[in-house]
């Protein structure tokens, strides 16, 4: 099959940038004089074209919700220039970026809910930024999630129950069962202080 008939079936399972065309062709070990006569000729039929592939990312972005930074990354990788990149992120609203920010904002709060405050914020954090959204957006999101030290004791206990049984029953007792009970507790994302006084009363108890 030739260069341009090789382009155009990579092209038909979706838009490609002339950069992701290139590439593609250097790998089937065409000479370079050979993809830049078909890059030209796949232009001239605007069959590749960056402005129309932005719009294509763009539009597809509106099933994906990611914020501003992957989208422009994802279309720096594709080998847009800079001055397209510019213009792509001056096409996407800071309406339409806080709405995604919520879109998964409300994902990842309903998937940690059950999680201690503690070790529920890092994930919120971690899940935005790689979805592209920066800190300053969804601070004001995070602020509003409340410290539930109520839902964290109840976990606490039960944990605190789990642990204290599988330690037991591998022979821990006095302080190697209090600092192995504690570490696990602590790797949970529990705060010490409640830690070191829940473990106390139920080494007493014993």
């Known amino acids: 099959m030739n ?6 079936k990579y092209l038909s399972y979706r838009p490609r940038s002339e950069k992701e065309i290139r590439d593609y062709l250097k790998k089937k070990e065409f000479s370079d004089k050979k993809i830049e006569e078909t890059v030209e ?3 001239y039929y605007d069959y590749i074209n960056d402005k129309a592939f932005i719009r294509f990312a763009l539009e597809q972005n509106k099933l994906d919700h990611y914020g501003r930074r992957r989208v422009i990354d994802k279309l720096k990788k594709r080998g847009i220039s800079k001055a397209l990149l510019e213009e792509a ?8 970026e806080k709405e995604n920010c919520l879109y998964h904002f409300k994902k990842i709060y ?3 809910q059950n999680e201690t405050y503690r070790r529920r914020i890092p ?8 979805r592209g959204f920066s800190t300053s957006l969804f601070k004001p999101l995070l602020d509003k999630i409340p410290h539930t030290a ?3 004791t109840s976990k606490l206990e039960d944990h605190l129950e789990h642990y204290f049984k599988m330690y037991r029953k591998k ?5 190697e069962l209090k600092n192995k009970i504690t570490k696990a507790l602590l790797s949970r994302g529990y705060d010490y202080e ?6 106390a009363i139920k080494l007493e108890e014993c």
């Open 194 to 199: 409640q830690i070191k006084e829940r473990v």
């Open 171 to 175: 022979g821990y007792d006095g302080f």
């Open 89 to 96: 992120e001056s096409m996407i609203s800071e309406k339409d």
């Open 41 to 43: 000729k796949l232009k």
């Open 150 to 152: 109520s839902t964290d």
């Open 123 to 130: 994930k919120i954090i971690s899940y935005l930024n790689t």
């Open 110 to 112: 309903k998937r940690t």
């Open 3 to 8: 260069a341009f008939d090789l382009a155009l």
